[in-house]
């Protein structure tokens, strides 16, 4: 069956430190990738999604992701993380030709001052 | 901008009580979707709908079933509300395909059955 794991369940870093959040899926053929955030109290919030052409992938507030498809990897970095990033981060994926996603179980992010 | 509503933010039922879950969705979008999310599981598919009437069941859909009268409209039924059915529930809707192909939430139902 087709999966998604995130290896990092609670990430604690300082402002500015850097992130990289590892995603990786099971599926062989065509995918969509996704990387969505959900900040305290809020909706599931779209950070960045990959269909297809350059693998590195730039989104919203700074993050970016970069696909590579020999590694089945969709990981999510930023360079320099502020308090105002602290939320969930969930990876998804799609292959073509299917309507719904499969996420995987998510990162908590915490982000010391 | 895009706008997935839920009936409601918070719930609380008893056990045995049938509960409606309401979404509506504003872009006029083909699909939409039923989650529950819990902690360390991310979310897990329910049910999903791709036109009026039409339902493809998720990953978990014992207990649930659902009904889509109309485009913008797509409810979840817990038929008789059992304990293990306490989560949060998202709605999610997105256009038919290409690459505007991506899912929008709602801001959840937070369900306890008691």
């Known amino acids: 069956a087709q999966s998604v794991s995130q290896h990092n369940h609670h990430v604690i870093l300082s402002e500015a430190a850097s992130l990289e959040l590892g995603c990786n899926y099971s599926?062989?053929?065509?995918?969509?990738l996704f990387w969505y955030v959900q900040y305290p109290g809020q909706h599931l919030q779209l950070l960045l999604k990959y269909f297809s052409g350059d693998p590195l992938v730039k989104g919203i507030k700074g993050f970016e992701a970069e696909f590579i498809k020999s590694k089945f990897s969709f990981n999510l970095r930023k360079p320099s993380v502020q308090w105002s990033d602290t939320a969930e981060y969930f990876c998804a994926v799609k292959p073509t030709g299917r309507r719904a996603l499969t996420f995987g179980s998510g990162t908590r992010l915490q982000v010391q001052p | 901008d895009v706008k997935v509503t839920q009936s409601s933010r918070y719930l609380v039922k008893r056990t045995g009580e049938k509960v409606f879950l309401e979404c509506v969705q504003d872009m006029d979008h083909e699909n939409m979707f039923w989650y529950r999310q819990d902690p360390g599981l991310g979310l897990r598919l329910i049910y999903f709908?791709?036109?009026?009437?039409?339902?493809e069941k998720g990953d978990i859909p014992e207990g649930y079933s659902v009904s889509r009268e109309k485009k913008e409209r797509f409810s979840l039924i817990l038929e008789s509300a059992s304990t293990n059915q306490t989560s949060m529930y998202l709605c999610?809707?997105?256009?038919?395909?290409?690459?505007?192909?991506?899912?929008?939430f709602g801001p959840g139902t937070r369900l306890t059955v008691l």
């Open positions: 599926y062989g053929g065509t995918v969509n």
């Open positions: 999610a809707s997105s256009s038919a395909g290409g690459s505007t192909d991506t899912q929008y």
């Open positions: 709908s791709y036109d009026v009437k039409m339902k």
